[in-house]
């Protein structure tokens, strides 16, 4: 698999997609100007990557600044592959950061965190930028 | 007399504690302005960082409902190019007590409606509720007539901590002006 990087930028964030070490990361302000367009490229063949691993063990970081609905949806459909992929016994860690004090971010984080069972989140405090 | 024009539109908005207002057609480009400034004004005034949040959310996901759904606009489309520009109302600023978000655009009549009943749906759902209508939303997909993930105003309905509140008022035949505050 070819690895990813994107840098960010005020509306997409930094990607960080590396398939050699089984370590991926996503960090900043998610609203793309077409969430299909940038987001599809990047998460299709994650999905694809995810559902042919066996035995293995991955890291996704996740360190929104912000992000919003429509961006909520890609969320979804990488966590819910990566749910069931560690159902196939696979070790799956999602690491969710957020500024310190930023309450809807953490409570984003939780939420998530309450459907997945087959995959670990780790909340992690990070301080203001 | 221009400059009476100028100073009284002015004296209008301050009165409002309106720090942002843009009126015309929204495009992505200006939302991305809009962002950026409203980003600085909310970090140079040290607004707490749930309510900064809060009303940047709100912003973006009003913007974009006028991009995607304004009644009002202007299309032209070629073989290389299509454009089609939204023409709405966004207003950014702050009363006694409270920060706030105002939009206003056309909606088509057969769609207003529907817009009404999903809002005052919207309202009488709790926080609890409210999540629970996201979750839902976003695993089923969007509904039918949906540019997005059609959770846009549940997004907005769980930042606007104070609530919101919205009207329609009839224009033409076809076309139903819609205006929401958002209040943080």
């Not at chain 2, 942002?20 to 607004?47: D, H, R, Y």
Request: glycine fraction near 8%.
């Amino acid at each position: 698999m070819e690895n990813i990087k994107i840098s960010g930028t005020d509306r997409h964030p930094e990607i960080d997609f590396d398939y050699s070490t089984n370590r991926f990361s996503i960090r900043g302000f998610s609203y793309p100007e077409n969430v299909k367009n940038f987001y599809d490229p990047i998460i299709e063949p994650f999905i694809d990557y995810l559902a042919g691993l066996e035995g293995s063990s991955l890291d996704l970081e996740c360190a929104f600044n912000y992000f919003h609905s429509s961006s909520a949806q890609v969320l979804y459909r990488i966590f819910d592959a990566m749910e069931i992929c560690g159902a196939r016994g696979n070790s799956m860690t999602i690491t969710w950061a957020y500024e310190a004090g930023d309450d809807n971010m953490q409570e984003a984080g939780e939420d998530f965190a309450e459907d997945l069972e087959n995959v670990q989140l780790i909340l992690k405090e990070i301080d203001p930028s | 007399m221009l400059i009476d024009k100028v100073t009284a539109l002015r004296d209008h908005m301050n009165e409002e504690g309106v720090s942002f207002c843009f009126t015309g057609f929204m495009t992505e480009e200006v939302l991305s302005g809009i962002a950026q400034a409203l980003k600085k004004k909310l970090e140079l005034e040290k607004v707490d960082i749930n309510t900064a949040k809060g009303i940047f959310s709100i912003v973006i996901e009003l913007s974009q409902n006028i991009i995607r759904y304004s009644a009002e606009h202007k299309t032209s489309s070629t073989e290389h190019n299509d454009i089609d520009l939204r023409y709405g109302v966004l207003a950014v600023g702050h009363d006694e007590n409270h920060h706030y978000v105002v939009c206003g655009n056309m909606v088509q009549k057969e769609d207003s409606e529907r817009l009404s009943n999903s809002l005052m749906h919207i309202k009488g759902l709790d926080r609890k509720e409210l999540k629970a209508l996201y979750k839902q939303t976003l695993r089923e997909g969007p509904p039918k007539g949906s540019k997005g993930a059609g959770v846009g105003f549940v997004e907005i309905a769980m930042r606007a901590t104070q609530g919101f509140e919205f009207d329609f008022r009839e224009n033409d035949d076809a076309n139903v002006f819609f205006a929401l505050r958002a209040t943080i």
